[in-house]
């Protein structure tokens, strides 16, 4: 990740109690990532798809966050996807480049097994397809990309 390109052990610090440090940040778009492709693992052994609904506010943030890239703030993380803070960057680095890569080869099986349309659920927008969920996790990297940023100036 460019942003945190020259970090050193700093990044493990948190200058602010209540903000994630670097590393914890990273360690978080790690899980995510991972988590995603299990999803499309699961969907891919099951060949079928496991998302549920979508209520029209989850339409609404879907729209928001996927197609106009506004990610809100303030939300809280899911439990599954908080960091531990026991990492440091290197090896959290070395997971997200594996996870990322783990996640691009998912979605792709997950596309060709069980086709394009929602594939699994997000515990806040709902079902989304694999191109949503990829898209989920671009502006949710940028988003959280900033924040590396804030916290390295």
Avoid: N
């Amino acid at each position: 990740m460019d942003a945190t390109r020259g970090a050193g052990d700093e990044s493990r610090t948190r200058r602010d109690p209540s903000q994630w440090s670097v590393v914890e940040i990273v360690e978080h778009l790690t899980r995510a990532y991972s988590g995603t492709a299990k999803g499309f693992e699961r969907c891919v052994e099951k060949g079928a798809s496991l998302s549920t609904g979508v209520t029209l506010k989850q339409r609404i943030q879907q729209f928001a966050l996927i197609e106009l890239g506004l990610f809100p703030e303030g939300r809280e993380a899911p439990k599954h996807i908080l960091p531990t803070g026991e990492l440091d960057l290197g090896a959290v680095l070395d997971a997200t480049r594996r996870d990322l890569a783990r996640l691009d080869v998912s979605a792709a099986s997950a596309r060709s097994a069980v086709g394009t349309g929602k594939m699994l659920d997000h515990p806040i927008l709902g079902a989304l397809t694999v191109d949503q969920w990829l898209k989920f996790h671009v502006v949710h990297t940028r988003h959280h990309a900033k924040q590396i940023q804030a916290r390295r100036a």
